[in-house]
T-cell receptor, first 119, second 111 residues
Framework: DTGVSQNPRHKITKRGQNVTFRCDPI?????LYWYRQTLGQGPEFLTY????????KSRLLSDRFSAERPKGSFSTLEIQRTEQGDSAMYLC?????????????????FGPGTRLLVL | RKEVEQDPGPFNVPEGATVAFNCTYS??????FFWYRQDCRKEPKLLMS???SGNEDGRFTAQLNRASQYISLLIRDSKLSDSATYLC????????????FGKGTTLSVSS
């Protein structure tokens, strides 16, 4: 399977614990995104990387959240001191923007997500 | 005002029906527009990009009106397999690369 993969697929933790999720993008993709989705809502942007550089963080990414992409390949998202409000699906997406007629075209491909439940 | 707003739904239609979804966006600087499909407890998958001239892919037609900041999706001859949540998406964020999603509209096609 050459798509985006995420591990673990499910995580149950107690409030106050730290959790770490991993995302492996499609191999040639240089951009990697993290999103969060809660029930009944669309995904919300958290942060993105171009290669190993973290270029943007949304205001949703509190200081308890940290993301890395150390070698420009896989990425990790860590949540420290989890809270019940962190319960959500965490989605990773990757892309390889290409210049085509009309400008830069980019399609983001999503992984299956990690479903987090904080008790 | 939310950045992307969609019809609340749900839409319950019989097989063979034509159904239309509408969406408005608030950022006039948005340049990229998409419809994604999301099945229950699965990841979003790109259904189609939306271009200014409008575009069609089989039974699916997408339209964009930049002046009104309005996007639509028309599904003709609905199939049971079209049952899903349809997410209207525009680009955004400070760098313009993030995807900004609407809440989604749920479609249920019945036989």
């Amino acid at each position: 399977d050459t798509g985006v993969s995420q591990n673990p697929r499910h995580k149950i933790t107690k409030r106050g614990q730290n959790v770490t999720f991993r995302c492996d993008p499609i191999s040639e993709h240089n951009r990697l995104y993290w999103y969060r989705q809660t029930l009944g809502q669309g995904p919300e942007f958290l942060t993105y990387f171009q290669n190993e550089a973290q270029l943007e963080k949304s205001r949703l990414l509190s200081d308890r959240f940290s993301a890395e992409r150390p070698k420009g390949s896989f990425s990790t998202l860590e949540i420290q001191r989890t809270e019940q409000g962190d319960s959500a699906m965490y989605l990773c997406a990757s892309s390889l923007p290409r210049y085509q007629i009309g400008g830069l075209q980019e399609t983001q491909y999503f992984g299956p997500g990690t479903r987090l439940l904080v008790l | 005002r939310k950045e992307v707003e969609q019809d609340p739904g749900p839409f319950n239609v019989p097989e063979g029906a034509t159904v239309a979804f509408n969406c408005t966006y608030s950022n006039s600087a948005s340049q990229s527009f998409f419809w994604y499909r999301q099945d229950c407890r699965k990841e979003p998958k790109l259904l189609m990009s939306v271009y200014s001239s409008g575009n069609e892919d089989g039974r699916f037609t997408a339209q964009l009106n930049r002046a009104s900041q309005y996007i639509s999706l028309l599904i003709r001859d609905s199939k049971l397999s079209d049952s899903a949540t349809y997410l209207c998406v525009v680009n955004g964020g400070r760098a313009g690369t993030a995807l900004i999603f609407g809440k989604g509209t749920t479609l249920s096609v019945s036989s």
